[in-house]
C-alpha cells in the first residue's frame, strides 16, 4: 500500500503547477545559489522561516528544486496519515480499522494534488495540527501544546482550530500557562533566521503582511461570499470578520456549557466543525484553506461511519475548487458553497444533538 501510494505521487513528480514556476521553485534556486542557510537572512519568500528551513535541507542534497518541493509535501502526507491512524485506532482499539484509515488518507485525492502534483505544502500544518488533536485526547496537554504551536509556525490557518484550546481550557482541562507553549514554540521556529541575520520586525511580521496580501473575498474556495457580489471588499470583509468572531463564541459558549466531559468523540466533532466552519464564513479565503478539514472529514468519517458521505462530500468540493488553478476549469462555486454548507450544518447538528441530547427529543 505505501509503495503503491509513493507510486502514485512519483507519477505526478514532473507536474509544474503556477505556484511553483513563480514563488515555490523560485525560493528553491534563491537558497542555493546564496549560500544554503546563509540565504534564510534575507527577504524572498512570503512563508514563515520553518518551510524554508525544509527547503534549505534540501537544497544540501542533490536533488532538484521540483523534486525538493514535492518530497517535502509527500514525506507529511505519511505523517498525517499516521496521526489519523493513531486516532482511529484510538477509538476502535483495532489495527484494522486504523490500517483502512492509514490508506483512505494516503489516496484521498486533495491529498494527492494538493503535494505531489500542485507542490504546495499544506499537508504539513494539518499533520501538526492531527498530532496536536490526538495528544490533546490522550490528555498529553504539553505536548499537544508544542505539535500546535509547531503547526501554527508553519501556517497562519492553524488558528482554526485554536477555539478548541478555549474550550478545553474554561472546563478547567488546560492550564493557561499551558497556552504561552505555542507563542514559545512560533518564537523559537522564526529565531534560527534572525540569529543568521534577518531583521527581527522582518522575520516575525510575514502574517501581517500575508494578511493584507490578497483583496478578494474568496478565492476558489467555496464560501458564503460566493453568493454575494464581490466589488464591496471592504464592508463585506468588516461584516465577516464580526460575524465570524461573534459565531465562534457563541460556538465556543455552547460547547462550553454543555454539561459533564467532553470525550474523544467530541473531540473529533468539534474539530471538524471548527476547521470547516471558519474558512466557510471568513473572508480572503483560498480553496486550499479548507484542506485540514478534508483530512478530519476523514477521521469525522471513521468515528461515526453513518456519515461515511460526508469525506465523500469535502473531497469533491475541495477537488473541483482546485479546478480553475489547477486545470483551468470554471466549476459552479455557488453549488459548490451549497454543498459545503449542507455538510457544515449536518455536523453541527450532530455535534450539538450529542451535546444536547435532551434538544433531540423535542425535535423529533
Not at 151 to 158: D, G, N, R, T, V
Not at 209 to 231: D, E, R
Not at 287 to 307: H, K, L, Q, T
Request: aromatic fraction near 24%; hydrophobic fraction near 50%; charged fraction near 15%.
Amino acid at each position: 500500500m505505501v509503495v503503491f501510494a509513493v507510486a502514485v505521487r512519483y507519477y505526478f513528480f514532473d507536474f509544474k503547477s503556477g505556484d511553483y514556476n513563480s514563488f515555490l521553485g523560485k525560493w528553491y534556486e534563491f537558497i542555493r545559489t546564496n549560500g544554503g542557510y546563509k540565504a534564510l537572512s534575507h527577504n524572498f519568500s512570503d512563508y514563515n522561516p520553518p518551510y524554508l528551513y525544509l527547503l534549505t535541507l534540501f537544497s544540501y542534497l542533490p536533488v532538484g528544486s521540483l523534486y525538493a518541493v514535492k518530497s517535502i509535501s509527500v514525506a507529511f502526507d505519511f505523517v498525517a496519515a499516521f496521526f489519523v491512524f493513531k486516532l482511529v485506532e484510538r477509538k476502535y482499539k483495532n489495527e484494522t480499522a486504523a490500517i483502512f484509515s492509514f490508506a483512505t488518507v494516503l489516496f484521498a485525492p486533495t491529498v494527492i494534488f494538493n503535494g505531489s502534483y500542485w507542490g504546495q505544502s499544506d499537508i504539513i500544518y494539518s499533520a501538526f495540527l492531527l498530532a496536536s488533536i490526538y495528544f490533546l485526547s490522550k490528555g498529553k496537554n504539553a505536548l499537544s501544546f508544542i505539535m500546535y504551536g509547531l503547526s501554527i509556525s508553519f501556517k497562519l490557518q492553524a488558528i482554526f482550530l485554536f477555539p478548541i484550546y478555549v474550550i478545553f481550557f474554561l472546563k478547567k482541562k488546560l492550564r493557561f500557562a499551558g497556552f504561552f507553549i505555542i507563542p514559545a514554540i512560533f518564537f523559537l521556529s522564526v529565531m534560527p533566521s534572525v540569529i543568521i541575520g534577518r531583521p527581527w520586525m522582518d522575520a516575525f511580521s510575514i502574517y501581517l503582511f500575508q494578511a493584507k496580501n490578497y483583496s478578494s473575498l474568496a478565492l476558489n474556495a467555496p464560501t458564503i461570499y460566493q453568493w454575494f457580489p464581490q466589488g464591496d471588499f471592504l464592508t463585506f470583509s468588516r461584516i465577516g470578520l464580526l460575524f465570524s468572531a461573534a459565531a465562534i463564541c457563541a460556538f465556543v459558549f455552547l460547547v462550553y456549557k454543555k454539561k459533564g466531559e467532553i470525550n474523544n468523540n467530541h473531540i473529533v466533532k468539534i474539530s471538524f466543525a471548527l476547521l470547516s466552519v471558519m474558512p466557510f464564513f471568513l473572508p480572503r479565503m483560498h480553496e486550499r484553506y479548507f484542506f485540514p478539514a478534508d483530512i478530519f472529514s476523514i477521521v469525522y468519517a471513521y468515528y461515526f461511519p453513518r456519515y461515511f458521505f460526508i469525506p465523500i462530500g469535502m473531497q469533491i468540493i475541495s477537488f473541483l475548487s482546485y479546478g480553475p488553478f489547477l486545470f483551468g476549469s470554471s466549476p459552479n462555486f455557488k453549488v459548490l458553497s451549497f454543498g459545503m454548507l449542507t455538510i457544515i450544518l449536518i455536523v453541527l447538528a450532530d455535534l450539538f444533538l450529542d451535546l444536547y441530547p435532551k434538544k433531540r427529543d423535542v425535535i423529533i
